[in-house]
């Protein structure tokens, strides 16, 4: 662990994140923003059935504007999404992420809530885009995460007012 408080493995993941970028194809779209501290993330995903014909994620890729550990998380979460099924994927737990990152200081878990929140979201939209049945736990999550990005929108309004005028 450096000074930071950061573990070895969380600074590997943020200097060199893991399938960083927008992927040129994809079928689901998980837009979040963190109320605590206003960073956002952008992931993607396509979907397509696997050899066993079971929904499963062939390419997972994200943007994230945000600190250390949600650019870390959001590495690690690619790592451990890809290949999964969907139901699988859905399982990806904060626990799950601290594991592959060696630890993250408590005051930072939150942060690996927003990957969490941003690979649900996506799933989210490549199912209600495919008129597929949602799960109601996913549903209930959806709405919550809409309700957070109202916040952070009326929160931020006055400020990307301002800058569209600029
Ligand atoms: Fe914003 Fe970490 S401080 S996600």
């Known amino acids: 662990m450096n000074q930071t408080g950061y573990t070895k493995e969380v600074m590997k993941h943020f200097q060199k994140p893991h399938h960083y970028g927008r992927l040129n194809k994809y079928n689901g779209l998980g837009k979040v923003g963190n109320v605590v501290c206003g960073d956002v993330l952008w992931l993607y995903l396509n979907v397509l ?22 650019i870390s998380t959001s590495s690690a979460i690619s790592d451990l999404a890809k290949g999964k099924t969907i139901e699988e994927a859905l399982k990806i737990n904060k626990e799950q992420i601290i594991k592959v990152l060696g630890d993250l200081p408590p005051i930072k878990i939150h942060c690996s809530l927003l990957a969490i929140d941003a690979l649900s979201e ?30 952070i929108e009326e929160r931020y309004k006055k400020w990307t007012e301002k800058e569209k005028k600029e």
């Open 49 to 70: 059935k696997n050899k066993n014909g079971q929904e499963a994620i062939k390419d997972i890729s994200y943007e994230t504007y945000g600190c250390v550990a949600a």
């Open 122 to 151: 996506a799933i989210y939209d490549y199912l209600s885009k495919n008129k597929k049945p949602i799960p109601e736990n996913l549903e209930e999550k959806h709405q919550k995460i809409e309700r957070a990005k109202k916040v």
